[in-house]
């Protein structure tokens, strides 16, 4: 099979908007009318998650590439979304660009190939490579973020939500793109813009080229727990070192709900775990995440030993008072 021109896609990851961790019929209920009741997979270990089945989004619109040239991308994206230990939502579209001619087709022609898109023009892979991830999100071309952020609102609305978290924490978002490249061993370049955006860029050996739904989950997984160490560092950051009981309350719901959640690697297939192999040399997301359930840790046993240590000591008990009686103005014991 020859491998596509170029497989893009985006991750939105945020809080589930409720005050405590939805249940596993719950979920499934909420994801299920997604896709008009469509099977919702599942799993509970190491942690428990379920993915939506797939939402088709039909786009025809241009195709950003590094040299400006122009190029029309038509056909479908997937979306899906998927929750994690209840508490953790995402919004994940993907799309597998392939060569489409000169001209375009009935879209007949299109709903037969779902999750394709194909671009028409003259574009080649190196320079549609250089256009998406890029610097900054698509606008006018072909954008599977706004997708995800369609699919992500529509969850978040849910009557099965009470709205109500017990704590903030902000979203992020991940562009990300696929290359096949001869005899090269699965790698990617990670890059961080800001606090919330995210790209990613992977060079996939083109011999036995992963499916566009395997490349998405391991971006999903990426996401997921980039999302994780911002929360968790952003709310020690909040608590400023500090030991004292006020500060720890306020860092006390993340880590209750979140710091369980840490499980890199699951549902990846096996030949893409060289990327997040990489990732954890450089930056090292576990060396990072350890760090900073360490410092919370220290902190939440400071503010035990210093709860104890101004205790009051304990009262001697007094003696019992010696009745007096008064008589003609003189005390007698």
Not at 132 to 143: K, N, Y
Not at 150 to 160: C, H, K
Not at 182 to 189: L, Y
Not at 307 to 312: D, E, N
Request: with cysteine.
């Amino acid at each position: 099979m020859t491998p596509p021109l170029l497989v893009v896609g985006e991750v939105r990851t945020a809080l589930l908007m409720n005050s405590r961790p939805l249940g596993r019929t719950g979920v499934e209920a909420m994801l299920a009318r997604l896709a008009h009741g469509a099977h919702v997979r599942t799993a509970e270990r190491p942690v428990p998650r379920a993915v939506s089945a797939d939402v088709v989004e039909a786009v025809d619109s241009p195709v950003r590439t590094g040299s400006a040239a122009k190029s029309r991308g038509v056909g479908t994206l997937l979306a899906r979304a998927k929750v994690t230990g209840g508490r953790v939502l995402q919004a994940s579209t993907r799309g597998t660009l392939v060569p489409g001619g000169t001209r375009r087709l009935p879209w007949a022609h299109y709903l037969e190939r779902l999750g394709t898109v194909e671009v028409i023009g003259r574009a080649r892979t190196d320079d549609l490579a250089k256009g998406f991830p890029g610097t900054r999100p698509p606008d006018a071309e072909l954008a599977p973020g706004a997708v995800s952020d369609r699919l992500l609102a529509q969850v978040q609305r849910s009557a099965a939500l009470d709205h109500q978290p017990t704590f903030r924490a902000r979203r992020t978002q991940l562009r990300w793109s696929a290359v096949a490249v001869p005899g090269s061993r699965p790698g990617g370049t990670f890059t961080l813009f800001g606090t919330t955006e995210r790209t990613l860029e992977l060079r996939l050996p083109a011999d036995g080229f992963p499916d566009a739904a395997e490349i998405a989950a391991l971006c999903e997984d990426l996401a997921l727990h980039d999302w994780l160490l911002s929360v968790l560092a952003e709310a020690a950051d909040r608590a400023g070192g500090q030991a004292d009981t006020a500060s720890l309350h306020r860092i006390r719901p993340a880590v209750h709900h979140l710091i369980h959640l840490w499980s890199p690697g699951t549902d990846i297939r096996a030949e893409l775990l060289a990327v997040w192999e990489d990732l954890e040399e450089r930056p090292g997301f576990t060396r990072q995440w350890q760090t900073c359930v360490d410092r919370i840790r220290d902190s939440m046993s400071l503010n035990i030993l210093e709860g104890l240590t101004r205790r009051p000591p304990p009262t001697r008990p007094q003696a019992p008072a010696i009745p007096q009686t008064i008589t003609n103005g003189t005390h007698h014991r």
